[in-house]
């Protein structure tokens, strides 16, 4: 095999097998929690390294069954289990398809307590499809996504989540535990799917793990430890900082139909949760910043391409991204966005005459706009851009990022007299006056409010700030604990009817 066939093979079956030290020291973990297995499943198994930590480590061990998909893989894992497995312990480690095992006949060939413990292939369907990979379940039917969550990427999902999901399953009504390795954001998922089908979980814990160490990666992963129970659920789940932790840092868990971070700081602020006062926005969205965004110069403006362009104003806006939100909106905008529609879906067509240089841009460069992947922007004028309405033109803003680590919110002001916009990295309320902006911002950034979003965001999250998140907070609830109510009442009463929802264009309009 070559060395690029090799690679791609090890990437589609996520083989990056555990250091039998690091399943030790799980195992560890599991003997001083009182796990006493008398079976072992390792239904991903690779060369073995848990089987032969559970060996030396759990000495009450007499059933074991391993699988793997690749054949020479668990050649070396028979030849390590034969040499240290004491008289007396049966084992079946065979080369097999997850997918296609019946585990109905492995599970019922294995006697309670029951220990499922592994480390699944950590590898998303989005990277399969790109390196033209296969081993994949049928995702027609994987948590019933499709549809909407295909467009938007929402069907994206972890080969593990699907194999853990199973796995958790098969704890049902059994003496059983979980020990696997996963990412943190997978255990989470995993668990989230357990609790909302209502499935028995006694215990759930999660340690961090140091995959730079063990793996020489940079990936958040954890040991995810999930005990079954016969009767009554548990919702909650302990977060250990490492496997020598002795006492959880934080717990987590399931609080009315979704995941909440903190569930001590949930219990303390959840009534401040309710309804949307102000509507919170995201930035303009228009996937082509070569094109779209520019620095400005004495002579013009210089675009992502290198290109010193002369274009008219009206369409060009003062712009923050993320990094600019995040380190306060005190310092001038550099950038600049050309926004060619006021809102979702209006004719662009009208540029030609109003902005003739502006259009004749548009037109050199159709070629990278009309390339843009993103389904927003199907069937749309040309050159649309998406998350544009009358707020994205408010004078005054108050803005995070979505994916700096940090509860900062800022208050945008207007550069000269154009509105500053931001990209879609970012999230926002659109405020009218300066007075408003800096009340709200007082508010959002009160420790009462930084307790509230605290409780429900995973800081390892890719972008932990959404606007999920940020909506759930009722400004007016927070301003009358703060003794500030009638403030918030008197700028609610003037808001904006456009900056809450803006008018779509008829279908008609559309056209390009
Ligand atoms: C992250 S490695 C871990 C191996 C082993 N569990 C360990 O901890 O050392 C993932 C393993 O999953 C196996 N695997 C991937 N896809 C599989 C499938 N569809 N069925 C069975 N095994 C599979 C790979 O061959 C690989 O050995």
Same mark, same amino acid.
């Given at each position: 095999m070559t060395v690029r066939k090799k690679s791609k093979r090890k990437a589609e079956f996520g083989d990056f097998q555990t250091p039998i030290e690091l399943a030790r020291d799980v195992c560890s973990v599991l003997l001083q929690h009182g796990m006493e297995p008398v079976s072992i499943l390792e239904p991903t198994c690779g060369k073995g390294s848990f089987i032969l930590a559970a060996l030396e480590l759990l000495?009450?061990?007499?059933n074991i069954a391993g699988i793997d998909i690749n054949s020479e893989h668990i050649e070396v894992a028979c030849s390590s289990v034969e040499k240290s497995a004491p008289a007396g312990v049966s084992t079946r480690i065979v080369s097999e398809d997850f997918f296609a095992v019946n585990w109905h006949d492995v599970l019922g060939s294995l006697p309670d307590p029951l220990l499922v413990i592994g480390n699944p292939p950590w590898i998303t369907n989005a990277e399969l499809g790109r390196i033209g990979g296969c081993n994949l379940p049928d995702k027609s039917n994987f948590q019933n996504h499709?549809?909407?969550?295909?467009? #938007?990427?929402?069907?994206? @999902?972890?080969?593990?989540?699907?194999?853990? +999901?199973? &796995?958790?399953?098969?704890?049902?009504?059994?003496?059983?535990?979980?020990?696997?390795?996963?990412? #943190? &954001?997978?255990?989470?998922k995993v668990l989230r799917c357990a609790w909302k089908s209502g499935q028995h979980l006694k215990k759930s814990k999660l340690f961090h793990i140091d #995959? &730079?160490?063990? @793996?020489?990666?940079?990936v958040d992963a954890c040991l995810l430890i999930v005990t079954a129970s016969a009767s009554n659920g548990n919702f909650d789940c302990q977060v250990y900082g490492s496997l020598k932790a002795a006492c959880p840092t934080v717990t987590f868990g399931y609080r009315q139909g979704r995941l909440v971070a903190d569930i001590t700081r949930f219990e303390n602020c959840r009534h401040f949760e309710g309804k949307e006062r102000y509507k919170w926005r995201s930035g303009i969205k228009h996937d082509c910043a070569k094109v779209m965004e520019f620095r400005k110069e004495i002579a013009g403006y210089r675009n992502g391409c290198g290109e010193l362009v002369d274009l008219e104003d009206d369409y060009l806006y003062p712009m923050f991204k993320s990094s600019g939100i995040a380190n306060g909106c005190d310092q001038r905008a /550099?950038?600049?966005?050309?926004?060619?529609?006021?809102?979702?879906?209006? +004719? #662009?067509?009208?540029?030609?005459?109003?902005?003739?240089k /502006?259009?004749?841009?548009?037109? /050199?460069? &159709?070629?990278?706009?009309?390339?843009r992947a993103s389904s927003v922007y199907r069937d749309r004028p040309r050159f649309s851009v998406f998350g544009v309405g009358d707020y994205s033109f408010a004078p005054w803003k108050v803005g995070i990022s979505g994916f700096y680590k940090k509860l900062d919110f800022n208050v945008v002001s207007p550069y000269g007299k154009k509105p500053v916009v931001l990209d879609d990295t970012c999230y926002f309320l659109a405020c009218k006056t300066r007075e408003e902006a800096v009340f709200i911002a007082e508010l959002l950034n009160s420790d009462i409010a930084k307790d509230f979003f605290s409780a429900f965001v995973f800081w390892d999250e890719k972008r932990p700030i /959404?606007?999920?998140?940020l909506k759930r907070l009722d400004l007016l609830v927070l301003a009358r604990e703060l003794g500030m109510e009638e403030t918030m009442q008197g700028f609610l009463d003037q808001y904006p009817r456009n900056y809450d929802q803006p008018l779509l264009f008829s279908g008609s309009s559309f056209s390009s």
């Amino acid at each position: 095999m070559t060395v690029r066939k090799k690679s791609k093979r090890k990437a589609e079956f996520g083989d990056f097998q555990t250091p039998i030290e690091l399943a030790r020291d799980v195992c560890s973990v599991l003997l001083q929690h009182g796990m006493e297995p008398v079976s072992i499943l390792e239904p991903t198994c690779g060369k073995g390294s848990f089987i032969l930590a559970a060996l030396e480590l759990l000495p009450t061990v007499r059933n074991i069954a391993g699988i793997d998909i690749n054949s020479e893989h668990i050649e070396v894992a028979c030849s390590s289990v034969e040499k240290s497995a004491p008289a007396g312990v049966s084992t079946r480690i065979v080369s097999e398809d997850f997918f296609a095992v019946n585990w109905h006949d492995v599970l019922g060939s294995l006697p309670d307590p029951l220990l499922v413990i592994g480390n699944p292939p950590w590898i998303t369907n989005a990277e399969l499809g790109r390196i033209g990979g296969c081993n994949l379940p049928d995702k027609s039917n994987f948590q019933n996504h499709r549809g909407i969550d295909a467009i #938007t990427g929402n069907s994206n @999902f972890d080969i593990s989540e699907w194999m853990l +999901n199973k &796995a958790i399953e098969w704890l049902s009504g059994r003496e059983a535990m979980l020990a696997m390795l996963c990412k #943190t &954001a997978v255990a989470r998922k995993v668990l989230r799917c357990a609790w909302k089908s209502g499935q028995h979980l006694k215990k759930s814990k999660l340690f961090h793990i140091d #995959t &730079a160490r063990y @793996f020489g990666a940079a990936v958040d992963a954890c040991l995810l430890i999930v005990t079954a129970s016969a009767s009554n659920g548990n919702f909650d789940c302990q977060v250990y900082g490492s496997l020598k932790a002795a006492c959880p840092t934080v717990t987590f868990g399931y609080r009315q139909g979704r995941l909440v971070a903190d569930i001590t700081r949930f219990e303390n602020c959840r009534h401040f949760e309710g309804k949307e006062r102000y509507k919170w926005r995201s930035g303009i969205k228009h996937d082509c910043a070569k094109v779209m965004e520019f620095r400005k110069e004495i002579a013009g403006y210089r675009n992502g391409c290198g290109e010193l362009v002369d274009l008219e104003d009206d369409y060009l806006y003062p712009m923050f991204k993320s990094s600019g939100i995040a380190n306060g909106c005190d310092q001038r905008a /550099t950038r600049w966005m050309l926004v060619p529609q006021r809102i979702v879906g209006e +004719n #662009t067509r009208q540029i030609r005459q109003s902005a003739p240089k /502006t259009w004749q841009y548009l037109q /050199t460069h &159709a070629q990278l706009l009309d390339r843009r992947a993103s389904s927003v922007y199907r069937d749309r004028p040309r050159f649309s851009v998406f998350g544009v309405g009358d707020y994205s033109f408010a004078p005054w803003k108050v803005g995070i990022s979505g994916f700096y680590k940090k509860l900062d919110f800022n208050v945008v002001s207007p550069y000269g007299k154009k509105p500053v916009v931001l990209d879609d990295t970012c999230y926002f309320l659109a405020c009218k006056t300066r007075e408003e902006a800096v009340f709200i911002a007082e508010l959002l950034n009160s420790d009462i409010a930084k307790d509230f979003f605290s409780a429900f965001v995973f800081w390892d999250e890719k972008r932990p700030i /959404t606007v999920r998140l940020l909506k759930r907070l009722d400004l007016l609830v927070l301003a009358r604990e703060l003794g500030m109510e009638e403030t918030m009442q008197g700028f609610l009463d003037q808001y904006p009817r456009n900056y809450d929802q803006p008018l779509l264009f008829s279908g008609s309009s559309f056209s390009s």
